[in-house]
């Protein structure tokens, strides 16, 4: 894998480019195929509302509604009627604003999920990946890894359209659940 990269490497220019748009600037539902090793593969979908830079993430069994301005995020379990307040992620947003410091280089154009997109090869201080990006900045295809391992996301279907503002809130009636520290991310590594 060190030799592939540094071939890699090796061809790419020397400076790299300005990070590319990478949130979506149009409203956008996309649904995703995730695999990973060690985990079953599975289906996301993650619907975003680029006016108010809001985002719902749909998995199996839970759903994840962020605000990135506000640096929250809420974590519903439908199967429990129950809402866990997320930890702040402001830290997480920043790196998401600001790409985490790291660097795009082009590679050349990609097609997935019926689009056009752009990869990049991105490296920074916790990892390296490649992605493709379409000029509006849905990702459309990552493959990378960092500390914590390595995954694959694969857009399936993308669908530009209006999100309801509905898609963005919790629904009433939900029990709020307090879990201690770490609780959150062992229940979602489940």
Known sequence: MKILLGLALAGLPVAAMATPVFLPTRDVAVTYALTAPNRAPANYQLRYDAADQTARIDAPGYYVLGNLPSGHAELILPGMNALVQAPDFSALTSQIYNADG???????????????????????????GTVCLTPSGVVLH?????????????????TYAPQPAELFTPPPGLTPLNLPPGAVQALLNQ
């Open 102 to 128: 790291a660097s795009f280089t082009p590679l050349g154009p990609g097609h997935y999920a019926g689009l056009d997109c752009e990869k990049y090869l991105v490296l920074d201080k916790n990892g390296t």
């Open 142 to 158: 990552f493959a990378g890894h960092n500390k914590q391992g390595a995954a694959e996301v694969t857009a399936l279907s993308v």
